[in-house]
């Protein structure tokens, strides 16, 4: 059962030098998420790889409707929730729970962990869970009900705000780089209890990182964003052995590894994302850009079962085109 | 060659709490060298020594030789001689390292005025050519700017042209690529090596990613709960350590596994 369906999904952002609507073109625009489609299924784990600014928290702060989409359709297992208001969302978003990034930030800092999980308990009518198992769902001691976050370390308190998105058992969990600020060790605890959380539970997950091996790691599919687009998407395992796109091969390279053969090589242009050039939008950072990558757009094409591309070079007359 | 830094028995203390536990290393002229550990190793800590940056509160003991002399018995009117001269910092987050009130040219030409003696103009010189040196485009622009204004990545770029700004013996980096995404860490560090090579300046990279360090440290010390493991060649990384916890790095190390007949 496809439990979140994505489709055409766009957000574009006003930059801030024009205010007065009536002053603003075409280029004060951004475009921070744009034309995403994807589904995801009962029990699966996407990843979301890019770097800083190519829009993949915006995507998925969007698809839980913290940001307001512009256009396009969000379905959450076959209910369109795209546009529907507040009062109406409420009730769904025990089944979709978002994971964000900083947990200094994202736990209230004058509450007992009691308190936080237990006001996500009282408003969402929960009888079976108690704030003591869930803690113990996630690892943590269960007197730490009576803590406050500044008494926790960062992986204990990103195991906090998990505990807050599992008490609701939700369907979806999205997990916005829920590891970026942890060292290595720390950040393999809490990638094991999310992977013993879906096996558990059969929670599907969006898996938001800059980190390939991470991703690697947790997520079945990728999708591969730069700039607000999705440019690969496939099996995880397929898109880091054989990466098509050039923005991935360079993201593949870019992970160090411990033989001591890293060698990542790339051309550095500081106004990379923002100042889009026409045409493609990696054209002026892609080694093997010709004449039709600065003219025109690529759509995602499919190249094989599962596997899609947004690159000129695998289209008829690119470098890397084969027929059938 | 002679160890350009020799650490012995530093332990750095805080109230009755021990930070630091009797650490003791060498760092050779040229050479780059890792310290390892997880968050609350020490790591951060035994580089602030180094560049006697700890906060007033810390109680240290121990030795740090650099070029033979006693860094923690030298005053502090002697140490600003060597601090941001001889000895650099590099720090984790670039845009917090650098003072946000300032434009970014005065608080390179400030560490080039102040160390080797330059009029504005000189300075401002030295401070574009080292911005073109590490990368910056439109070095012109960038100078008159606000930390604020540049990207990470950018920002630690210039820190990485400040530490460099005097031709430094050492320059201690503390985790200077955790904050930016992997690919401009691909950039970070292959410029480090650049400069680290172009000046023969000696580099402690304070990381808590062993394959970041296996990949441009000549050596690595292990770190964990205040205390140096063992130091080992970054080239027998694999094979080399019994310790059980560098094993344990090593097992919670994520990488792409990647097979070899890809394309």
Same mark, same amino acid.
């Given at each position: ?12 952002f ?7 609507? &009536? ?30 600014g ?43 729970? &978002? ?15 009691? #308190? ?10 929960? #009888? ?8 113990? #769902? ?20 990103q ?10 058992r ?19 605890? &809490? ?5 013993e ?8 997950? &969006?898996?938001?990182?800059? #980190?390939l091996?991470v ?85 995602l ?24 | 060659?002679a ?11 805080f ?30 800590m ?12 810390? +109680? ?12 923690l ?30 434009k ?8 080039? +005025? ?7 103009k ?28 540049l ?25 200077p690529?955790? $904050?930016l ?29 062993? $394959?970041? $360090? ?20 970054? +080239? ?23 097979? $070899?007949?890809?394309?």
């Amino acid at each position: 059962m496809k439990i979140l369906r994505v489709s055409n999904l766009t957000k574009i952002f006003a930059q801030p030098s024009r205010m007065l609507t &009536i002053f603003r073109r075409e280029k004060d625009f951004l475009k921070a998420v744009d034309n995403v489609t994807f589904d995801i299924e009962e029990n699966e784990v996407i990843g979301v790889v890019g770097e800083s600014g190519s829009g993949k928290t915006t995507l998925v702060k969007t698809i839980v409707r913290l940001i307001e989409p512009d256009y396009g359709k969000i379905e959450f297992m076959g209910k369109d929730i795209t546009h529907i208001n507040q009062k109406q969302l409420r009730p769904l978003r025990r089944h979709f729970q &978002i994971i964000f990034q900083n947990p200094f930030l994202s736990l209230n800092p004058t509450r007992k962990i009691k #308190d936080i999980i237990g006001d996500v308990i009282k408003l969402h009518k929960i #009888d079976n869970v108690t704030v003591e198992q869930v803690l113990e #769902d996630v690892g943590l001691p269960k007197d730490y009900i009576y803590r406050y976050p500044h008494q926790l370390s960062g992986g204990e308190r990103q195991r906090v705000a998990i505990a807050r998105a599992l008490v609701l058992r939700p369907k979806l969990i999205v997990a916005d780089e829920i590891t970026s600020s942890l060292d290595i060790v720390t950040q393999i605890g &809490i990638l094991n209890l999310l992977k013993e959380i879906r096996k558990r539970w059969m929670t599907s997950m &969006i898996f938001v990182s800059h #980190d390939l091996a991470v991703i690697n790691y947790i997520s079945d599919r990728v999708l591969v964003m730069y700039a607000g687009k999705v440019v690969e998407e496939g099996v995880t395992r397929e898109v880091i052995d054989n990466p098509r796109h050039p923005y991935t091969q360079a993201l593949v390279d870019s992970v160090p590894d411990i033989e001591g053969n890293w060698n990542p090589k790339y051309s550095y242009d500081e106004k990379d994302i923002v100042s889009v050039p026409p045409g493609c939008k990696f054209s002026h950072r892609c080694p093997f850009a010709f004449d039709k990558c600065y003219k025109s757009e690529p759509n995602l094409i499919q190249l094989s079962t599962g596997r899609k591309v947004a690159c000129h070079l695998y289209e008829e007359g690119g470098q890397f085109f084969r027929s059938g | 060659m002679a160890a350009l830094l020799k650490v012995q028995g530093l332990t750095i203390s805080f109230q009755q709490n021990e930070v630091v536990k009797n650490v003791s290393f060498e760092v050779e002229q040229g050479e780059i060298f890792g310290l390892v550990g997880q968050s609350g190793a020490g790591k951060s800590m035994t580089g602030r020594a180094i560049i006697r940056l700890l906060p007033p509160t810390a +109680k240290v003991s121990g030795r740090i030789f650099f070029k033979g002399h006693d860094l923690l018995s030298l005053s502090e009117k002697e140490m600003r001689k060597i601090r941001g001269n001889e000895i650099t910092l590099i720090q984790q987050d670039p845009v917090a390292s650098l003072n946000p009130v300032f434009k970014i040219r005065d608080q390179i030409t400030d560490v080039i +005025k102040l160390h080797l003696k330059l009029d504005d103009k000189e300075a401002i010189n030295r401070a574009r050519n080292l911005f073109t040196e590490v990368g910056i485009p439109n070095p012109e622009k960038v100078l008159l700017k606000y930390p604020h204004q540049l990207s990470g990545g950018l920002c630690q770029r210039v820190a990485i042209a400040i530490a460099f700004a005097c031709e430094p013996s050492l320059v201690v980096a503390d985790e200077p690529t955790t $904050a930016l995404d992997v690919i401009t860490q691909g950039m970070v560090v292959n410029l480090m090596k650049r400069m680290q090579k172009q000046f023969n300046t000696s580099i402690i990279f304070i990381t808590h990613n062993l $394959a970041l $360090a296996s990949n441009i440290c000549s050596r690595i010390a292990v770190m964990n709960d205040g205390q140096l493991l063992e130091v080992i060649l970054s +080239k027998n990384i694999l094979t080399g350590s019994n310790h059980p916890y560098t094993r344990t790095l090593l097992s919670s190390l994520l990488t792409l596994n990647r097979r $070899a007949d890809a394309a």
